[in-house]
């Protein structure tokens, strides 16, 4: 017997975990961490329906917190397995789980010294010291290298173009073929390749954060180019928030590439976030796996700076840039504004019309970020309230998922439909319209994952 659970990004977009059941053997494919809406994030401290040492394995889709950020949690309550990735993920991964054990070890610290958390005290979800033993269990498997993880279980992990290092999770067993999606990357974008064509899988899992939706044709930086330029003639600050590992890359790709047009001026750019700039890192040591054509004419990770551009390397030195009027464009994580440094920017940016926030990702519900491009004017930072007068914007062009028409081009590949396609990470609008136009457009039988269904494959 093979069955399915839907453990997370059921429903959400959010916290995705999939168990698989394979005998007596139990396989979790990504241990993400709920974010966002506050029912949501009490998942987070809810025990899972199985125990962690009955896990036999993990296997990680890439690094993104929503697909790795539980793994300490379960370390810490036991889990001793192996825990599957690409050599990226488990480069990036490392970067992810100790910055995020670190937010909520200082995020327990500020609620207890300020008192606006309703838990006396208020405790971290996992510490550092859980996120560097669930790091030792990290264990790298290179693409379309099928590898044995249980008694007939075999991984083979297939580039996804999302995110350096991700993957989808390709699990062959009782004779059956089960492709686990993760998140599908772009096609035809900066810094990574396509994603990999498939061809057949008996059971499917695919992504729906866009499912309903069509990204910005790309307007070769003109968004971009506009927003800088006004934003310096008022004299304001462009504020960035970003994932750091990932997203970075591509708005500095950009904002790199319109100074040399000077299709902008060349103003300082900070990047105040450790865990970008060690991410740099890992990407120029992985350059065999970016996308050739942009690191033509480019070495390293020269492919990711700007002239006028500052790793920022101490809290010190980022309380000075947040106090500093200078006309500047300061990029900080987090990308939906949840918490790090930005959070500090925003807090001294957001009241001043001269100044622009950018918001260049997806915005899950719940969160500060989604708030903010919703149109709240007042938003709440570190317990205090901040009114929003700076100007509010999105660009959706760079965006690592794939719209509704690159989910169809992907799957265009399939030579027969899957017995069966589990539509998960998503909201609800997007599931059902990808779900609508997987019916119309493929015949294909097609069914929305609930939060702890359980299916037989």
Same mark, same amino acid.
């Given at each position: 017997?093979?069955?399915?659970?839907?453990?997370?990004?059921?429903?959400?977009?959010?916290?995705?975990?999939?168990?698989?059941?394979?005998?007596?053997?139990?396989?979790?494919?990504?241990?993400?961490?709920?974010?966002?809406?506050?029912?949501?994030?009490?998942?987070?401290?809810?025990?899972?329906?199985?125990?962690?040492?009955?896990?036999?394995?993990?296997?990680?889709?890439?690094?993104?917190?929503?697909?790795?950020?539980?793994?300490?949690?379960?370390?810490?309550?036991?889990?001793?397995?192996?825990?599957?990735?690409?050599?990226?993920?488990?480069?990036?991964?490392?970067?992810?789980?100790?910055?995020?054990?670190?937010?909520?070890?200082?995020?327990?610290?500020?609620?207890?010294?300020?008192?606006?958390?309703?838990?006396? /005290?208020? $405790? *971290?979800?996992? #510490?550092? &010291? +859980?996120?560097?033993?669930? !790091?030792?269990?990290?264990?790298?498997? =290179?693409?379309?290298?099928?590898?044995?993880?249980?008694?007939?279980?075999?991984?083979?992990?297939?580039?996804?173009?999302?995110?350096?290092?991700?993957?989808?999770?390709?699990?062959?067993?009782?004779?059956?073929?089960?492709?686990?999606?993760?998140?599908?990357?772009?096609?035809?974008? /900066?810094? $990574? *390749?396509?994603? #990999?064509? &498939? +061809?057949?899988?008996?059971? !499917?899992?695919?992504?729906?954060?866009? =499912?309903?939706?069509?990204?910005?044709?790309?307007?070769?930086?003109?968004?971009?180019?506009?927003?800088?330029?006004?934003?310096?003639?008022?004299?304001?600050?462009?504020?960035?928030?970003?994932?750091?590992?990932?997203?970075?890359?591509?708005?500095?790709?950009?904002?790199?590439?319109?100074?040399?047009?000077?299709?902008?001026?060349?103003?300082?750019?900070?990047?105040?976030?450790?865990?970008?700039?060690?991410?740099?890192?890992?990407?120029?040591?992985?350059?065999?796996?970016?996308?050739?054509?942009?690191?033509?004419?480019?070495?390293?990770?020269?492919?990711?700076?700007?002239?006028?551009?500052?790793?920022?390397?101490?809290?010190?030195?980022?309380?000075?840039?947040?106090?500093?009027?200078?006309?500047?464009?300061?990029?900080?994580?987090?990308?939906?504004?949840?918490?790090?440094?930005?959070?500090?920017?925003?807090?001294?940016?957001?009241?001043?019309?001269?100044?622009?926030?950018?918001?260049?990702?997806?915005?899950?519900?719940?969160?500060?970020?989604?708030?903010?491009?919703?149109?709240?004017?007042?938003?709440?930072?570190?317990?205090?309230?901040?009114?929003?007068?700076?100007?509010?914007?999105?660009?959706?062009?760079?965006?690592?998922?794939?719209?509704?028409?690159?989910?169809?081009?992907?799957?265009?590949?399939?030579?027969?439909?899957?017995?069966?396609?589990?539509?998960?990470?998503?909201?609800?609008?997007?599931?059902?319209?990808?779900?609508?136009?997987?019916?119309?457009?493929?015949?294909?039988?097609?069914?929305?994952?609930?939060?702890?269904?359980?299916?037989?494959?």
């Amino acid at each position: 017997m093979v069955r399915l659970t839907f453990l997370g990004a059921a429903g959400t977009v959010t916290g995705s975990k999939h168990l698989l059941d394979v005998g007596a053997h139990r396989i979790l494919v990504d241990c993400g961490l709920f974010q966002g809406l506050k029912d949501l994030r009490a998942r987070n401290w809810e025990p899972l329906p199985v125990a962690p040492d009955d896990l036999h394995a993990i296997v990680l889709t890439h690094a993104h917190l929503d697909h790795v950020g539980y793994l300490p949690r379960l370390v810490a309550q036991g889990f001793r397995g192996r825990v599957f990735c690409t050599p990226g993920t488990k480069d990036l991964a490392g970067l992810v789980l100790r910055d995020a054990a670190r937010i909520q070890e200082e995020d327990a610290r500020d609620a207890n010294r300020y008192g606006y958390s309703k838990h006396h /005290p208020a $405790l *971290p979800l996992y #510490t550092t &010291v +859980d996120a560097e033993l669930a !790091l030792t269990m990290l264990q790298p498997v =290179g693409y379309e290298r099928p590898m044995p993880i249980a008694p007939d279980v075999q991984l083979e992990f297939i580039n996804a173009g999302h995110l350096l290092g991700s993957a989808f999770a390709r699990i062959t067993t009782a004779g059956r073929v089960i492709l686990f999606g993760g998140d599908l990357g772009r096609y035809g974008r /900066p810094v $990574l *390749p396509d994603p #990999t064509p &498939v +061809d057949r899988a008996d059971t !499917l899992l695919i992504e729906s954060t866009y =499912g309903n939706r069509r990204h910005d044709v790309d307007d070769n930086g003109e968004q971009l180019a506009r927003l800088v330029n006004q934003t310096h003639d008022r004299g304001g600050k462009l504020i960035i928030p970003s994932f750091a590992i990932g997203r970075v890359n591509e708005v500095i790709y950009w904002l790199d590439r319109l100074e040399d047009q000077q299709r902008i001026p060349v103003l300082p750019v900070f990047v105040d976030s450790p865990m970008a700039a060690r991410a740099f890192e890992f990407y120029a040591q992985h350059s065999e796996q970016l996308d050739p054509e942009m690191l033509a004419g480019r070495q390293g990770v020269r492919a990711f700076y700007t002239r006028r551009m500052t790793m920022v390397a101490s809290p010190q030195q980022s309380k000075e840039i947040v106090a500093s009027r200078q006309p500047s464009i300061v990029i900080a994580s987090s990308g939906m504004a949840t918490g790090g440094r930005v959070l500090y920017h925003l807090r001294a940016t957001l009241p001043d019309a001269r100044n622009t926030i950018l918001f260049v990702g997806y915005q899950a519900a719940g969160t500060r970020g989604r708030r903010l491009v919703d149109g709240e004017k007042t938003v709440r930072i570190k317990g205090a309230d901040i009114a929003v007068h700076a100007r509010i914007e999105r660009l959706d062009s760079m965006s690592a998922h794939a719209d509704v028409d690159e989910i169809m081009r992907w799957l265009g590949h399939f030579t027969s439909a899957p017995t069966m396609t589990y539509l998960v990470h998503g909201e609800s609008e997007a599931l059902h319209a990808l779900k609508d136009r997987l019916a119309t457009d493929k015949q294909w039988p097609v069914h929305v994952a609930a939060h702890q269904e359980q299916v037989e494959l």
